[in-house]
């Protein structure tokens, strides 16, 4: 199940929700993205977070069924925020439920690395030299490149336009 | 053809959204993209440098020999950074 939206959520309640009735779940993982005060050296004082309404839901979905097709999990969601956000803000929650903690975890991990790569959000900070647009970070590449063991979602990457 | 510019892409050109009637001889993401950095100096600036830029037709990521037509909606956005 995936969801986009501009109010906060509560993860309890999402978890509660998530498990309920599903006595063949033995292990929840559970991945929340919270809004820092620091990007870098420098101070965020708060952030927007855009999207691309359709492709976001398209892309969220494909790589929500990615990692049902890779791990037997009994459940998955993940709930993506937009709008603007300030430090200690959730911005993003994944969670997956499976029989046995290890293919939770995983799965856990795999969804928020593709996540990041995949899903057209971007952040605008504002800091006290006024706003700037979050850049991409080689990191993340590296982080969803690990998973690349068997065919991406979607069996596509983001390919630069030249 | 309906385009969209996201994040920097949209503050640079100085548009979010557009209807364009596409010039015969465009007919792939490259040319697209070569047709579009002359329509002004915002477009310029903002496609100066295509490795920053991610093209999605209709809503797929694309790549530069991907073919466009009229109904498509294209879509120019720097590399994610959401999570």
């Known amino acids: 199940m995936i969801r986009v939206q501009r109010e906060d959520f509560d993860v309890g309640a999402e978890i509660a929700g998530l498990t309920q009735g599903n006595r063949k779940i033995g292990g929840l993982a559970v991945f929340v993205g919270l809004v820092r005060d620091m990007a870098g050296d420098r101070a965020v004082g708060a952030m927007t977070l855009e999207h691309y309404p359709g492709m976001t839901e398209k892309m969220l979905h494909r790589i929500e069924a990615e990692a049902l097709a890779r791990w037997p999990l009994e459940a998955s969601l993940i709930v993506h925020r937009y709008g603007r956000l300030e430090p200690g803000d959730q911005i993003v929650l994944v969670a997956t439920a499976s029989s046995h903690r290890q293919t939770a975890l995983e799965a856990c991990g795999f969804l928020i690395d593709w996540l990041k790569t995949k899903a057209p959000f971007w952040k605008l900070e504002e800091g006290p030299a006024g706003a700037e647009w979050v850049e991409a970070r080689g990191s993340d590449d590296t982080a969803a490149g690990r998973w690349d063991e068997a065919a991406p979602p979607g069996g596509e990457d983001p390919k630069a336009a030249e | ?83």
Do not use: H
């Not at chain 2, 503050?11 to 596409?22: H, S």
């Not at chain 2, 496609?47 to 020999?65: M, S």
């Open chain 2, 1 to 83: 053809m309906k385009l969209l510019y996201f994040a920097w892409l949209k503050t640079k050109t100085g548009v979010a959204q557009e209807d364009v009637e596409l010039p015969s001889g465009v007919a792939n993401v490259r040319e697209l993209l070569d047709w579009l950095k002359g329509r002004g100096p915002g477009y310029a600036e903002a496609l100066a440098d295509l490795d920053a830029v991610r093209v999605a037709v209709n809503q797929e990521y694309a790549r530069p020999d991907d073919p466009v037509g009229p109904g498509d909606e294209v879509a120019l956005f720097p590399p994610v950074t959401g999570g």
